[in-house]
């Protein structure tokens, strides 16, 4: 079984950073390709950036550039750095891994930018 467990979400100003942090359990997590989605209210949940087990990363339009996904395979915690916050990137943030047919969810974590 895999747990996923979100920190780091605040209120931060528009124009600041957050770094945002998802610790897993599990086995071999070395071998899980990671992902951070969010969802806002009202809205579809949404793909925002993904790392593959090689390190190999990939991300919305709307966040390239301002947002780097990264991990960390010996304390089994992959994190998104999020600079430039704009208030459209106000959302809960929820780390994600798919093991077989079953996708895995953390509980989510709040990230609100304010003016």
């Known amino acids: 079984q895999v747990q996923l467990v979100e920190s780091g979400g605040g209120l931060v100003q528009a124009g600041g950073s957050l770094r945002l942090s998802c610790a897993a359990s599990?086995?071999?997590?070395?071998?899980?390709?990671m992902g951070w989605y969010r969802q806002a209210p009202g809205k579809q949940r949404e793909l925002v950036a993904t790392?593959?087990?090689?390190?190999?990363?990939n991300y919305v339009d709307s966040v390239k550039g301002r947002f780097t996904i990264s991990r960390d395979n010996a304390k089994n915690t992959v994190y998104l750095q999020m600079n430039s916050l704009k208030l459209e990137d106000t959302s809960v943030y929820y780390c994600n891994t798919i093991r077989g047919s079953t996708n895995y969810w953390g509980q989510g974590t709040q990230v609100t930018v304010s003016s």
């Open positions: 599990g086995s071999i997590f070395s071998i899980w390709t």
């Open positions: 790392i593959t087990p090689g390190g190999i990363t």
